[in-house]
């Protein structure tokens, strides 16, 4: 396994439309090689976030934890269908079926993804709503998925989001090392959401180096190059 | 988790036609109580065995491991849609995400089913095709699951298939605790087919208890009652 690479839900989705591809859907999945070797897990954009909003999923709910696990499926068997359709061997990995939170710690069947890997096949693995033993559910993100595959193994990884991240003048910051260092980090950067400023912060936290940059950089950083942001701890 | 039951693919599914539901689907899911604590496996049936035959599982064609698991996917959905009509919060649980085998040895993550029955829901869980390290994939039968789980708990375990046990004069057998007990097994008896001898071989090297009935008996065996066969060692 050589690589991880998380495409995101605003990648992949429109996010405006629920259970809608976006426009860049094809050319992203499409810029992964026949040859990757790794495993590409991809976040619930529009398709899962709108049933998990509706129904909840911590407290239990059957109905919000099967309706997500359901439209996440979806999103997956797209992102596969068109994976074969470039020769990969894409196979799905739901984490409902087999993964864990407890006391905070993730419980992944990593094995499974390596021994995939190994096989010559690609694991194509998303958010999901997983299990909390004795208090219900939980929702596992993309995100949190890519750090655990990355803090095992040593890898690349990057994360395929709407784009580097950028300072307040809209400059592309090339390293993140603290989250001190940009304290304006969330608030006023052009593409700087909070949803980024808590993924850098999950990345330092993690004690693994991850890449995060836009769709357009992804076939520079499957061909080895360093596009985007660095985030790693000094 | 009190009950582990597998309902046979032949007792959900038209053999003869390929992805269709048996007349007796419905009937059979609807007996399954709504306070029923434990897990439900199915078999493959005419969803999951035409395209495994057709592409092959073992020599890690992805065409045919990924054609099989979703047809399977799509029964499993079926049964969950109808379990949730009657009000249990039946969640899905896919072996290929997880399951391995290797040398002979199944590698189920029993846990993750302990812990979603303990929450309240029931898992459903079905054959499929699942990786051995190093060699490709492999079928995973529903009798394989059943025994694993029916080994490790102390549990009572049915098996809902065509019937019970018939000896050469079409009596039922109520109890096979040898597979020499019954020489005939498997050629003359009116239900026994190739199929049946090898379940209950499995049973009895499983060193599991279990039950061999027909759909009219599930009711029976899921009240507490002793429909149909024991097998069992001695």
Do not use: W
Not at 7 to 32: A, Q
């Amino acid at each position: 396994m050589e690589y991880v690479i998380k495409l995101g839900g605003s990648v992949l989705t429109d996010k405006s439309r629920e259970k809608t591809l976006s426009e860049s859907f094809g050319d992203v999945t499409d810029t992964i090689p026949e040859d990757y070797s790794g495993t590409v897990v991809h976040g619930a954009g529009s398709f899962g976030h709108p049933p998990a909003k509706r129904h909840g999923i911590s407290e239990g709910s059957h109905t919000g934890v099967l309706e997500t696990h359901r439209a996440v499926k979806d999103l997956n068997r797209e992102v596969i269908d068109r994976l074969r359709e470039n020769n990969l061997k894409a196979l799905p990995v739901h984490p409902l079926s087999f993964a864990s939170i407890q006391d905070g710690d993730i419980n992944l069947r990593l094995s499974q993804l390596e021994a995939m890997v190994q096989e010559g096949f690609t694991p194509v693995i998303h958010g999901d709503g997983v299990i909390t033993p004795q208090k219900g559910f939980k929702a596992l993100s993309g995100d949190d998925i890519l750090l655990e595959i990355a803090s095992r193994y040593d890898i690349r990884a990057g994360f395929c989001s709407s784009g580097p991240v950028l300072d307040s003048d809209g400059n592309i910051i090339e390293k993140v090392s603290s989250m001190e260092e940009f304290p304006d980090l969330g608030t006023d950067g052009t593409d700087v959401t909070g949803g980024m400023k808590a993924k850098i912060r999950k990345i330092l936290e993690s004690g693994t180096e991850a890449r995060i940059f836009g769709p357009k950089d992804l076939e520079t950083f499957l061909n080895g190059g360093d596009p985007g942001t660095q985030v790693t701890r000094p």
